[in-house]
């Protein structure tokens, strides 16, 4: 089986620094794109921001220049530095992976989420 695990969410105060980090286990024979998603109360599930196996990044324009996504393949981990942060980011946040497990064809895996809080 393969497993996403999420870890780094907490409470962090406006203008404050959190990083998320998203470790993929199992049977993985490769890893695509991975990703971030989040969800704030009452809304949808919105695109955070993505990278591609070669390290190709994309960005919501509401945190492009304060989020960093970054990944170590050989550690199958994706991270997310999150900096500036605002009250509008709370939010659970979603680790996605476009993989290909040893025992099946290719997919979309999602972990648990981790929640991130930024209020004083």
């Known amino acids: 089986q393969v497993q996403l695990v999420e870890s780094g969410g907490g409470l962090v105060q406006p203008g404050g620094s959190l990083r998320l980090s998203c470790a993929a286990s199992g049977s993985i024979f490769s890893i695509n794109a991975m990703g971030w998603y989040r969800q704030a109360p009452g809304k949808q599930r919105e695109l955070v921001a993505t990278i591609t196996s070669g390290g190709s990044t994309s960005y919501a324009d509401s945190v492009k220049g304060r989020f960093t996504i970054s990944r170590d393949n050989a550690k199958n981990t994706v991270y997310l530095q999150m900096n500036s942060l605002k009250p509008e980011d709370t939010a659970v946040y979603y680790c996605?992976?476009?993989?290909?497990?040893?025992?099946?064809?290719?997919?979309?895996?999602w972990g648990k989420g981790t929640l991130v809080t930024v209020s004083s």
């Open positions: 996605n992976a476009e993989l290909t497990p040893y025992y099946r064809g290719p997919g979309d895996y």
